[in-house]
């Protein structure tokens, strides 16, 4: 079955990074569009970022260009979301998507 979960969040200042890692199996990785997005509470989700299958295409949040970047490692299942100058506004729990498949979540708290 298709899984996906996500890691790496956790508690930082604004300013710092954080590098957010999705872990996937059950399907052909290298086949899908991949997705993360983010929640916080009393908001619909909102997309973040998408890359292609074969890496070479993204696209951005306007709110995440330049800070953001999404990337895939297609050898190894994994997708990932590098996060710089983190903002408190980031403050969410963020999901990595394949289609209709969503991850657990991971939380990512920006606060000093």
């Known amino acids: 079955q298709v899984q996906l979960v996500e890691s790496g969040g956790g508690l930082v200042q604004p300013g710092g990074s954080l590098r957010l890692s999705c872990a996937t199996s059950?399907?052909?990785?290298?086949?899908?569009?991949m997705s993360w997005y983010r929640q916080t509470p009393g908001k619909e989700r909102e997309l973040v970022a998408l890359?292609?299958?074969?890496?070479?295409?993204?696209n951005y949040a306007d709110s995440v260009k330049g800070r953001f970047t999404i990337s895939r490692d297609n050898a190894k299942n994994m997708l990932y979301l590098q996060m710089n100058s983190l903002k408190p506004e980031d403050t969410a729990v963020y999901y990595c998507?394949?289609?209709?498949?969503w991850g657990q979540g991971t939380q990512v708290t920006v606060s000093s």
């Open positions: 890359i292609s299958s074969g890496g070479g295409s993204t």
């Open positions: 998507r394949r289609q209709e498949y």
């Open positions: 059950g399907f052909t990785f290298s086949s899908y569009v």
